[in-house]
C-alpha cells in the first residue's frame, strides 16, 4: 500500500507524494482521463512582467533546459508509465508551449496514441512582452489523444455545443489566464485556471471518472474535478505543491466556497450546473481504491 500525503473526507482527491513513474509502477488501476502539465523547460534566466513589475520567470530546478535528447527521454518515459494505466477507451490531455509540446507530440505518436485534437488556448490576458523583440506570447497547447486508434473515445459534443451558444466548438478556446480568486491557497508559478480543466473535463469524461495528473502541482485538476462529480489522484515530488494542494480541497469542504466556484464557472460559461454537476455521495461505491 502507498501512504496518501491527504486524501479527502469522501476519498474523491488523493494526493501521493512522489516521482510519478516509479509511484505509478507500484499499483494497478485504470483512469478514464489524464491531464498532465509536465516542465516546459524554459526556466533559462529570462523575465516577464507581473502586475506591472519585472520578473524572473525562473520557476525552479525542475524547469531548466534540457538537451533535445533528454527532453524526448524524459517525455517518452512518463507517458509510458501513465498509458500502462488508462482504460482502453481513455484520452489524455497534454499542455505545453514550443519549448516541449512538439517532443510530447512525438512520443505519443512512437507509443501507439492517437491525436484528436490540439487545442489552442488564447488567453484574454497575456502579459506584455518588455523585450518588444518577439510577438506577445498569448497562447499555449493541450494536445488531446486517446489511447487506441481503434477504440472509441468519450465526448461530450452536446454540452460543448450548448455552452458554446449552440454552435459547435472550436479548438480555438478563449479563456483568461488564472484570476486572483484562485490563488487563495498560494500561487503555483504554472498554475492552469479552473476554466480550463473544468472544460476539458467535462468534454472528455462522464461523472463519477477516476482522473489521474502525473504533475499534479497546485492541484487544479483535481479541485476541478471534484466540483463537476469526478474523483482524482495527483502525483507530486514538491511538498510545498502538496501542501497548497491539500489547503485548496479543504476549502472545498466549505459548501459556501464550492457554490462560489461553481456559479464563477457558469457565469462564464464553462459549466451547466443544472444539468452537468453531479457530485458523488460515495466514491468507493463506484471504485476499489488500490493505492490507499
Known amino acids: 500500500m502507498i501512504p496518501s500525503f491527504y486524501k479527502s473526507p469522501n476519498n474523491d482527491f488523493t494526493l501521493i507524494q512522489g516521482d510519478c513513474v516509479e509511484t505509478l509502477s507500484k499499483f494497478k488501476f485504470g483512469f ?6 509536465p516542465p516546459y523547460f524554459l526556466s533559462g534566466g529570462g523575465i516577464s512582467c507581473q502586475s506591472g513589475k519585472i520578473v524572473c520567470v ?65 488567453k484574454t490576458n497575456p502579459p506584455p512582452n518588455i523585450s518588444c523583440r518577439y510577438f506577445t506570447f498569448s497562447t499555449e497547447f493541450i494536445i488531446w489523444a486517446r489511447k487506441s486508434p481503434k477504440i472509441p473515445h468519450y465526448y461530450n459534443y452536446s454540452l460543448m455545443k450548448e455552452l458554446n451558444g449552440n454552435k459547435q466548438m472550436t479548438d480555438v478556446w478563449q479563456l483568461p489566464a488564472i484570476g486572483k480568486w484562485e490563488k487563495t491557497c498560494g500561487k503555483h508559478p504554472t498554475q492552469k485556471p479552473l476554466s480550463v480543466l473544468a472544460r476539458l473535463i467535462q468534454a472528455s469524461c462522464e461523472p463519477n471518472a477516476w482522473i489521474l495528473d502525473p504533475f499534479s502541482g497546485s492541484g487544479t485538476t483535481g479541485i476541478a474535478a471534484n466540483l463537476l462529480g469526478r474523483s482524482y489522484l495527483g502525483l507530486e515530488k514538491e511538498e510545498e505543491y502538496l501542501i497548497m494542494s491539500r489547503s485548496r480541497r479543504i476549502e472545498l469542504e466549505d459548501t ?3 457554490w462560489e466556484y461553481l456559479k464563477r464557472l457558469e457565469k462564464n460559461k464553462i459549466i451547466s450546473i443544472s444539468d452537468n454537476v453531479i457530485v458523488s455521495e460515495s466514491v468507493e461505491a463506484y471504485y476499489n481504491i488500490p493505492w490507499i
Open 32 to 37: 478514464d482521463m489524464v491531464f498532465a502539465d
Open 58 to 122: 525562473d520557476k525552479g530546478a525542475w524547469d531548466i533546459p534540457t538537451t533535445p535528447e533528454d527532453l524526448d527521454a524524459f517525455n517518452l518515459r512518463w507517458l509510458l508509465a501513465v498509458r500502462e494505466h488508462m482504460k482502453d477507451n481513455a484520452t489524455i490531455w497534454v499542455s505545453g508551449t514550443h519549448h516541449n509540446i512538439f517532443s510530447v507530440q512525438q512520443q505519443l505518436l512512437k507509443l501507439g496514441f492517437k491525436i484528436l485534437n490540439v487545442i489552442t488556448w488564447a
Open 256 to 258: 459556501k466556497i464550492r
